[in-house]
């Protein structure tokens, strides 16, 4: 089992910066992409950014030029830095890591989300 425990979600005016850190544990041979999703009540949950074990980035246009991941191999653990935060940029974040198992299998496991919220 893995777990995927993200932090670091709150208020911010518009404008302003947060860093969300998604910190996975558990039994596992290897994590492969890491990436954050974000979904608004009513939408469908999309990807915000990706990142490979080795660093390669992918990131939706949307967030281009504004936010940044990248990740901590010996921590297990990926960031999101988030700047020039917009008020549509407000969802439950979610964590989520491709990891393969101890057993060789590939299995995705989310976070249990954090909440961003940027004011006008």
């Known amino acids: 089992q893995v777990q995927l425990v993200e932090s670091g979600g709150g208020l911010v005016q518009a404008g302003g910066s947060l860093r969300l850190s998604c910190a996975a544990s558990?039994?596992?041979?290897?994590?492969?992409?890491m990436g954050w999703y974000r979904q608004v009540p009513g939408e469908q949950r999309e990807l915000v950014a990706s990142?490979?074990?080795?660093?390669?980035?992918n990131y939706a246009d949307s967030v281009k030029g504004r936010f940044t991941i990248s990740r901590d191999n010996a921590k297990n653990t990926v960031y999101l830095q988030m700047n020039t935060l917009k008020p549509e940029d407000t969802a439950v974040y979610y964590c989520?890591?491709?990891?393969?198992?101890?057993?060789?299998?590939?299995?995705?496991?989310w976070g249990k989300g954090t909440l961003v919220t940027v004011s006008s």
């Open positions: 989520n890591a491709a990891v393969t198992t101890r057993s060789y299998y590939v299995m995705s496991y």
């Open positions: 558990g039994s596992f041979f290897s994590i492969n992409v």
């Open positions: 990142i490979t074990n080795g660093g390669s980035t």
